[in-house]
């Protein structure tokens, strides 16, 4: 079982940036296909972009496709979520998953492991 911490939420304007970062311990984030999500107030949980063991594929939600991007920094365990020209809508609590399954899957129950999450707010 890998832990998972996010940090780097907090507020940011429309049209900012903001990146987040995902660090594992007790295992090697490589080993598994990595994946954020996010609740913003009174919505279920969503998908927001993922990448796959090695990184050869990545998924994105269309809601953010062009303005989030995502990396891995295997020297330090962690993964990152850098979301640029963010919006209003944006605003969630954003959380860091780790699956075992191969590819990049969009659905929760396919993470295993899931850190505390982190708010994001963006004000208009």
């Known amino acids: 079982q890998v832990q998972l911490l996010e940090s780097g939420g907090g507020l940011v304007q429309a049209g900012g940036s903001l990146r987040l970062s995902c660090a594992g311990t007790?295992?090697?984030?490589?080993?598994?296909?990595m994946a954020w999500f996010r609740q913003a107030p009174g919505k279920e949980r969503e998908f927001v972009l993922g990448?796959?063991?090695?990184?050869?594929?990545?998924k994105y939600a269309d809601s953010v496709k062009g303005r989030f991007t995502v990396s891995r920094e295997n020297a330090k365990n962690t993964v990152y979520l850098q979301m640029n020209s963010v919006k209003p809508e944006d605003t969630a609590v954003y959380y860091c998953a780790a699956s075992t399954y191969g590819g990049v899957p969009i659905t929760q129950s396919a993470y295993g492991d899931w850190g505390q999450g982190t708010q994001v707010t963006v004000s208009s």
């Open positions: 990448t796959s063991r090695d990184g050869g594929m990545t």
């Open positions: 007790r295992r090697t984030l490589s080993w598994y296909a």
